[in-house]
């Protein structure tokens, strides 16, 4: 009954921002961490960020200093703010969490379909 869907990736030159958002339908009951990853041509998925229910939030080395993860409870979406791309930022980004839905017994991992961001002049 949960769905996630991202938005916001697209084409950006190099120096430049984008701002993804991942919004979860249903009716969520909690969530207890909400995160980014990535997947560049030719590697593995990486973790980017995390947030967890508290707010505590954690990052890649890599994105440290330039992307922010933050997070709107109300409307059950979490966004990465991405600034100074670097062509290196090139992958597909996907949304994941754990919560626990209306009618769900427990909490369970979600994954959304991913957006491209592409980052090249």
């Known amino acids: 009954q949960v769905q996630l869907v991202e938005s916001g990736g697209g084409l950006v030159q190099p120096g430049g921002s984008l701002r993804l958002s991942c919004a979860a339908s249903?009716?969520?009951?909690?969530?207890?961490?909400m995160g980014w990853y990535r997947q560049a041509p030719g590697k593995q998925r990486e973790l980017v960020a995390t947030?967890?229910?508290?707010?505590?939030?954690n990052y890649a080395d890599s994105v440290k200093g330039r992307f922010t993860i933050s997070k709107d409870n109300a409307k059950n979406t979490v966004y990465l703010q991405m600034n100074s791309l670097k062509p290196e930022d090139t992958a597909v980004y996907y949304c994941?969490?754990?919560?626990?839905?209306?009618?769900?017994?427990?909490?369970?991992?979600?994954w959304g379909q991913g957006t491209q961001v592409t980052v090249s002049s």
């Open positions: 994941s969490g754990n919560l626990r839905r209306l009618g769900g017994p427990r909490s369970s991992d979600y």
């Open positions: 249903g009716t969520i009951l909690s969530i207890n961490v």
């Open positions: 947030i967890t229910r508290g707010g505590n939030t």
